[in-house]
């Protein structure tokens, strides 16, 4: 049959990344300790070459479903970069993996064990002529307790759901540990999530963001310095929103940082 794909194209423009979106597969990935499957919405990319039309989407895809069966570490995506450019006879190739993993939670008092859900976004790029470069995305959340509303209080204060999404640009991710991560940012919120709560365990939360309120601003700083702390790090960003519950509105801060 002809090969339409290969066929020589005339307008000299090199395309940068051309390729598969949308694509949904399982993937074992070793988070926490241990292998998690997870369902994975990939988007996984190539370059093409400005002498030839198209590029071969089903070698993509046949890539993606021979890894999807074998167990990998964050650090084995250079692999699935790897064998695209190989595979396709180019010189660079991309992949984003948005998927939910689960952090493994145990009450405070009760001690009752449940699973919190933490998303994810692993992105990764390969160029022949450098090393793979990885995005590490996290949306961790936590509860906020606002200090100004303890302050002119008689009693109680509001408090709120909270989010911060981070995205962490790395080099080296042969021991990038995500779990500890999540653990570090979400320590910097007034009280942890918990999945599953006992009444001891609700009133233990209760009374320990009450002891410990911050402003949006205050963990957005806190968030900041734990990240300053991580190693192999290039750049990273950071954001924090509070749902409020006093008002129609949201409470944001954001930062981002570029290592030397």
Do not use: W
């Not at 990344?17 to 988007?43: C, D, M, N, Y």
């Not at 006879?89 to 919190?116: C, H, N, Y």
């Not at 790395?170 to 599953?196: C, H, T, W």
């Amino acid at each position: 049959m002809i090969d339409v794909q290969n066929q020589t194209d005339t307008r000299g423009i090199k395309i940068q990344q051309t390729g598969v979106t949308g694509v949904h597969l399982p993937f074992s990935f070793f988070i926490g300790g241990e292998f998690q499957q997870v369902l994975a919405k990939v988007r996984f990319t190539v370059s093409l070459s400005e002498k030839i039309r198209g590029t071969h989407m089903s070698r993509l895809v046949e890539i993606l479903t021979d890894f999807s069966a074998v167990p990998l570490k964050i650090s084995d995506i250079e692999k699935i970069l790897l064998d695209a450019t190989e595979k396709l006879e180019t010189d660079f190739a991309a992949i984003k993996m948005a998927f939910k993993f689960f952090v493994k939670r145990a009450a405070p008092i009760s001690e009752k064990i449940s699973l919190l859900d933490i998303d994810c976004e692993i992105s990764a790029n390969f160029s022949r002529s450098s090393n793979a470069n990885f995005s590490l995305k996290l949306a961790v959340p936590f509860t906020s307790l606002c200090p100004c509303s303890k302050e002119i209080s008689e009693f109680g204060a509001h408090n709120q759901r909270s989010i911060c999404r981070v995205k962490l640009d790395f080099n080296d991710v042969e021991n990038l540990d995500v779990e500890k991560i999540v653990r570090l940012i979400e320590s910097q919120g007034s009280a942890k999530i918990y999945p599953l709560l006992k009444r001891e365990d609700e009133k233990f939360v209760t009374e320990a963001a009450y002891k410990n309120p911050k402003f949006v601003e205050d963990i957005l700083r806190d968030v900041v310095i734990s990240l300053r702390q991580l190693e192999n790090i290039l750049a990273f960003e950071v954001e924090c929103e509070n749902f409020e519950s006093i008002h129609n509105h949201n409470a944001f801060a954001f930062h981002s940082e570029i290592r030397s």
